[in-house]
């Protein structure tokens, strides 16, 4: 049964380039969760996904805290929390092609314009995530803000290095079937629409 300790990972201790394989002791297939939150999403795709290793960024340390606790309590051995900003992460301090999935699910909108900069989607950003995700890696995003949604729908046209991939993926849970986010589940209580993305890192192997 892993304990806080083990699943929370100090980044901002040390500089350079980490080594996410290293945290896991194995060579499973990682996927990143920006801004996981409580980790509801987290967990339920660890559970699900035993093969795979999960990473999940949180910069809140309530939420870091409370999705720590969670995945001890359920004992899930492949899920590693990390308290960090996610873009400088994602930026600075991933290794190339370590990613087969991206997840962003309800990235805060910052609506006022004096605030857009502080926004997790930029150009730069999105060549980072480029970078991370090997080919064939999916990225999911998913907002409720009209606004952002085509701003990131704008940085993300156009790139050869992504094709659009099919939200609903079994391989990922269908919308039905996955763990709808703390977020999700509030918006669409709400009637709010979800907007929905993902798409597929080009390149081979
Ligand atoms: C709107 S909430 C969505 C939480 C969750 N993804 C969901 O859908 O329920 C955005 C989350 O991202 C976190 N966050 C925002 N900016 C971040 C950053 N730069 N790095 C890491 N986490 C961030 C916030 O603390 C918050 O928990």
Same mark, same amino acid.
């Given at each position: 049964?892993p304990d806080?300790q083990q699943?929370?990972?100090d980044?901002d201790?040390?500089?350079g380039v980490?080594?996410?394989?290293?945290?896991?002791?194995?060579e499973h297939?990682?996927?990143?969760e920006?801004g996981?939150?409580?980790?509801?999403f987290?967990?339920r795709?660890a559970?699900?996904? +035993?093969e795979?290793?999960?990473v999940?960024?949180e910069?809140?340390s309530?939420? /870091?805290?409370? *999705? #720590?606790? =969670?995945?001890? @309590?359920?004992?899930?051995?492949?899920?590693r929390?990390?308290?960090?900003?996610?873009?400088?992460f994602?930026?600075?301090?991933?290794p190339?092609?370590c990613?087969?999935a991206l997840?962003?699910?309800?990235?805060d909108p910052? +609506?006022k314009?004096?605030h857009?900069?502080?926004?997790?989607?930029?150009?730069? /950003?999105v060549? *980072? #995530?480029? =970078?991370?995700? @090997?080919?064939?890696a999916?990225?999911a995003?998913?907002?409720?803000?009209?606004e952002y949604?085509?701003?990131?729908?704008?940085l993300?046209?156009g790139r050869l290095?992504?094709?659009?991939?099919?939200f609903?993926?079994?391989?990922?849970?269908?919308?039905?079937?996955?763990?709808?986010?703390?977020?999700e589940v509030?918006?669409v209580r709400?009637? =709010?629409t979800?907007?929905r993305?993902?798409l597929?890192r080009?390149?081979?192997?």
């Amino acid at each position: 049964m892993p304990d806080v300790q083990q699943i929370t990972i100090d980044v901002d201790s040390s500089t350079g380039v980490v080594a996410p394989s290293a945290w896991f002791g194995n060579e499973h297939p990682i996927e990143l969760e920006i801004g996981c939150g409580k980790g509801g999403f987290l967990l339920r795709q660890a559970r699900a996904h +035993p093969e795979r290793n999960f990473v999940g960024i949180e910069w809140a340390s309530k939420y /870091f805290r409370y *999705a #720590a606790d =969670r995945m001890c @309590r359920w004992g899930v051995e492949n899920v590693r929390l990390v308290r960090t900003d996610a873009k400088h992460f994602v930026m600075h301090r991933l290794p190339p092609a370590c990613l087969s999935a991206l997840h962003v699910y309800h990235p805060d909108p910052w +609506p006022k314009k004096r605030h857009h900069k502080r926004r997790l989607f930029c150009a730069e /950003f999105v060549d *980072a #995530a480029a =970078r991370v995700l @090997r080919p064939g890696a999916r990225w999911a995003i998913q907002t409720d803000h009209a606004e952002y949604f085509a701003v990131i729908r704008g940085l993300i046209d156009g790139r050869l290095d992504f094709e659009p991939a099919p939200f609903d993926d079994p391989e990922y849970g269908t919308i039905d079937e996955r763990t709808e986010t703390n977020f999700e589940v509030k918006y669409v209580r709400e009637g =709010r629409t979800i907007y929905r993305l993902a798409l597929r890192r080009r390149g081979s192997t």
